[in-house]
Every structure is written in C-alpha cells, then in structure tokens.
C-alpha cells in the first residue's frame, strides 16, 4: 500500500499543473505516472479518456516490482530534449537485466499495449534467438517439441539453407 | 496446431513463451531470414507461425521507410507469397554481398528502387515457372537449373566475368 513519489517534472507551465494519474499493480501498490508517460500506453490512453474522478487504474496482470519500471520507462520516453543516443544508451541499460524480468516487461507491454518498449524487448529476446540451433531454442525456452519423425524431417527440409 | 506446454511451478509461474502466441509472433517477426528458418524447426506452433506469410513481409521490408503501399501485397501474394520472394529475390542477393564484402552490414531493401528491383524479379522467377509448368517442372526455389538457357535468374547468381 506504498505509493512511490511522483516522478520530479520537467519545466511545467505555471498556469496548468501536469495531471497524474494513479494506477494500482496487481499486489496492491498504488504509482503515479504524469499523464504525458501514461499516453505512451495506448490501454491507458483509452482508460484516461474514461476517467472517473482520477480513481486509481486497476492493472491486474502487472505486479508492482514490474509496474515501477515500467513507469520509469514511460516517464523517461516522454522526458523532452533527450537527444536519441543517451535514450538508446538508457534503454540498452533498462534491459539489462536478467532473462525472466525482460519476459515479465515484455508481457506487461503487450498488456499495455506500450508500442516503444515491446520494440525494444521483443528485439533482446529476437537476439537471444539468434544463432541457436533448434534444440538450444527449445531448452533456452523450456519447449517440448512433439514434431512426429515425417513432420521433423519435412520442416528441416524446408528449411534445410538455414543449416547449409 | 496449437500446443501448450505447462511446465508451472508453485511458487511462481513460469513463463511458457508459447502460451503468449501474440508475442511470439512480434519476436518471430523480428528474426533474421536463417534465424526463422532455424526457428521453424523448433516445434508445430513456431513452425506454424514462421510459415504466416505477414512474418516475411515484415522481414523483406522493414527497413523501407515509408513502408511499400498497400497495393504490393496482393501482388507479391498472387506470384507466389513473401518467403518466396525473400528465398528467391533478396536472400541470394544479401549472400553474395556477404561473401565479397565482409565489413558490410547486411543488405536489406531500403530504397524504392531495391524494391522494384526485387519485384522485378520476382515477377521474372513467377513466369519461368508458368513456362516450366508443362516440362520436367521446375524446382522448389527456382534455382534456374531448369531451361538454363532461356533463364533470367542468372540475375540472382554471380556473374562470371
């Protein structure tokens, strides 16, 4: 039941202070997020419109842990004037961590349908891919592969360049 | 066609990436053509998504910026579909340049004019194989090993000088 401060603001205009808006993870912990950030999830931006009375949004796939990091991310994305090599830099670091935390990111941005992060950790996990044999693959994501010997030997017929 | 595994602990479920299908999809797209292909060995639910079509549309294409208009797609799907114009258009073009030039990053259609060209053939391997249709029939991938003479697909192969 902690709620984390509000993200400091950039330059805001004196007349209008920046709205927030408040969202509850799945274990109960209530965030802030400017609503600059929250516009980066387009889930969100279909909820803001709805709004009643600035209630907090209820996320109930997203824990906490998870939540927090991700509001760290939109609020960073919607930071003016930072210039695209810093935000790579920042972003390669975002994911810098281990295996099952960049899934639990990559399953929250699909929830919210958070286009920027769901590039860039669909991307780390396309690279965790890469150069794997099919066997590797299938123990890297704990898959058991049920293909019967004739569909075995016609998949890797069809795709036989790949191991050329 | 679709399997789900539950390999789930108590504590804390584990993550299955194949009970996420959606996000499947989004990383397949994002692989490299040997990377899906290799993908595509994996079991029936990668093989069946490496095979979608839109997977390789995606791959010919993203780095063209606009992206092709809307009006290519039934074209590239009536000759024959995406992974074949990779197969056949642009994966023997990115090898070559592969082989001559190392440091290079890899090929991709970037400009327009690379993808007129890669339309282009693609519509020279689809009348081959019309013409290839009442012979011997022609092979899978359109090597041009057959009627060799009359072939354009040399375009695709290196050319001795």
Redesign the interface.
């Known amino acids: 039941m902690s709620s984390s401060p509000p993200p400091s603001s950039a330059a805001a205009s004196p007349s209008c202070p920046k709205k927030m808006i408040a969202l509850r993870s799945s274990d109960g912990e209530t965030f802030e997020i400017e609503e600059a950030a929250a516009l980066q999830s387009k889930t969100l931006e279909n909820m803001i419109d709805e709004d009643c009375a600035g209630t907090p949004i209820p996320l109930p796939n997203v824990t906490g842990k998870i939540l927090a990091k991700v509001v760290e991310f939109c609020s960073k994305h919607a930071e003016p004037g930072v210039d695209d090599e810093s935000l790579r830099a920042w972003d390669a670091e975002f994911v810098n961590v281990e295996q ?1 935390t960049v ?2 990111y ?2 929250a941005a ?1 929830f919210l349908e958070i286009p920027t992060l ?1 590039n860039l950790t ?2 780390v ?2 690279d965790m ?6 066997d590797e ?2 123990k890297f ?7 019967s010997p004739e ?2 030997e016609e ?2 017929r ?2 036989h ?3 050329e | 066609m679709v ?1 789900h ?1 539950h ?1 789930c602990k108590e504590k804390r479920p ?5 009970d ?1 299908v ?2 499947l999809a ?19 639910l ?2 069946a998504l490496a095979r979608n079509d839109s997977v390789w549309e995606h791959l010919c294409f993203r780095h063209l910026s606009p992206p092709p208009p809307s009006s290519v797609r039934p074209v590239v799907s009536a000759l024959g579909g995406y992974r074949r114009l990779y ?1 056949v258009c642009i ?1 023997p073009v990115l090898s070559r340049l592969g082989r001559s030039r190392r440091a290079e990053l890899p090929w991709r259609v970037r400009s327009r004019e690379e993808l007129q060209l890669s339309l282009s053939l693609f519509c020279v391997d689809y009348y081959e194989r019309l013409g290839n249709g009442s012979g011997g029939g022609g092979s899978r991938f359109g090597d041009g090993s057959a009627s060799a003479s009359s072939s354009l697909m040399f375009l695709c192969k290196p050319v001795n000088v």
């Not at chain 1, 891919?129 to 099919?134: F, L, M, N, S």
């Not at chain 2, 994002?30 to 029936?44: F, I, P």
């Open positions: 099952a899934f639990d990559i399953l699909n769901l669909c991307n996990v396309a891919i890469r150069g794997k044999t099919p693959i299938r994501f704990n898959i058991k592969s049920i293909f569909e075995e998949v890797r069809e795709n360049w790949a191991f | 399997h595994h390999h584990k993550f299955c990436i194949n996420h959606d996000v989004e990383i397949l797209k994002r692989l490299d053509g040997r990377s899906l292909c290799v993908a595509a060995c994996v079991c029936r990668w093989s197969m994966r």
